[in-house]
């Protein structure tokens, strides 16, 4: 599966961004975006069932950010609203393996095709 990131870039606290990713082929069970921020390991943000459309959110965006897809575009979305500076990362999209259960949906080693990352910024 080859994933291409878009749509970061510099935004105010309290702003909004939405992030995209086009993904090649509909394998995966579930489709997520983790982002790492600098000196910090890479984390969970929110993952998308490809069936179904159930969502997985981080406690720290839940309420703020939403992910969504789009099937028929194999397309991959992330809007970011109430943006803090503490959101500033990299931020990736990835696709998890066909077998990946609900229990494993949340773990970065259950996604094995990952994209290659867009900067967020957001100013305080």
């Known amino acids: 599966v080859q994933l291409q990131a878009s749509g970061g870039g510099l935004v105010q606290a309290g702003g909004s961004l939405g992030l995209r990713c086009a993904y090649s082929e509909r394998t995966s069970r579930y489709m997520g975006w983790f982002r790492q921020a600098p000196g910090k390991e890479r984390e969970f943000v929110a993952v998308?069932?490809?069936?179904?459309?159930?969502?997985y959110y981080a406690d720290s965006v839940k309420g703020r950010f939403t992910i969504s897809r789009d099937s028929a575009e194999n397309t991959l979305a992330l809007q970011m609203n109430s943006l803090k500076p503490e959101d500033t990362a990299v931020y990736y999209c990835a696709a998890s393996r066909p077998g990946t259960i609900t229990s494993q949906a949340r773990q970065m080693d259950s996604y094995p095709y990952w994209g290659q990352g867009t900067q967020v910024t957001v100013s305080s």
């Open positions: 998308i069932k490809l069936s179904g459309g159930t969502t």
